[in-house]
């Protein structure tokens, strides 16, 4: 290979890594957000150990990304072997452990969704009406996606404020405007005035299920993406390595 050749590689090497830091920096704050952000989904599941587990993946995988970048950005500028043949041991690494995540998420996705369940049960059955956190979060699925518990309506006949009230009380955040005008509260419980309470029949399974397929193309897409990448840099980084014969260590300051 050419010295012009060499030239370039070392730059594109360098222009890859700086957005593969940029990348990391991206994965640490979505698993941060995850973490932190009081108006998601994940606040409903934030008592499940493996959901914040896997936020803590994020952020490590965000920072190992960051710390990979870096080192990239050395090896491609300062032609340091030892750097770009770790640099490419780590991204195989990546890309491996990535497919592996995506095949056991694919074959234990009904474990996952069994999981999801029972977490959702959990968080209706002790629905107190103070307007928390979660029950904020848990409101604004319902209410936005028009749905009712997790597998349906019926899973609120368990919630221990319903079951002991003398009054006909339903989830505000279900009320079906199609069956019921009135001035209704968007959180808490709201009293019925027949045992059929006006709300929507159809369980958020089925809705974050059918927002999950509208969107993954987005979601494959992206994936793809990220590997196709990925693979660019083992290649730079490999050819780079290969084309590299004697590291300068004049160049090192002596003290």
Known sequence: ?????????????????????????????????????????????SNSTP??????????????????????????????????????????????????????????????NEEMSKIVTKVLDNYPGNNSTTEQAWDFIQRNMKCCGWSGRLDWTDNMVIVNSSQLLFPCSCHNTSLANGNFSDSGFCEAHTPDWPVYDGGCADSVENWILTNIGVVLGICLGVALVELLGMILSLCLCKNIHVEEYTKVPKY
């Open 51 to 112: 959901v914040k587990v896997a936020c803590y993946i994020l952020i490590g995988v965000g920072a190992f990304s960051m710390l990979m970048g870096f080192l990239g950005c050395l090896g491609a500028i300062y032609e340091i072997r030892c750097l770009l043949g770790l640099y490419f041991t780590c991204l195989l690494l990546i890309l491996a452990a990535q497919i592996t995540a995506g095949v056991l998420i694919y074959y234990q996705k009904d474990v996952l």
């Open 1 to 45: 290979m050419g010295k012009g050749c060499i030239t370039a590689t070392k730059y594109f090497l360098f222009l890859f890594n700086l957005i593969f830091f940029l990348f990391g920096v991206v994965i640490m704050g979505f698993g941060l957000w995850l973490l932190l952000d009081s108006q998601s989904f994940i606040v409903v599941l």
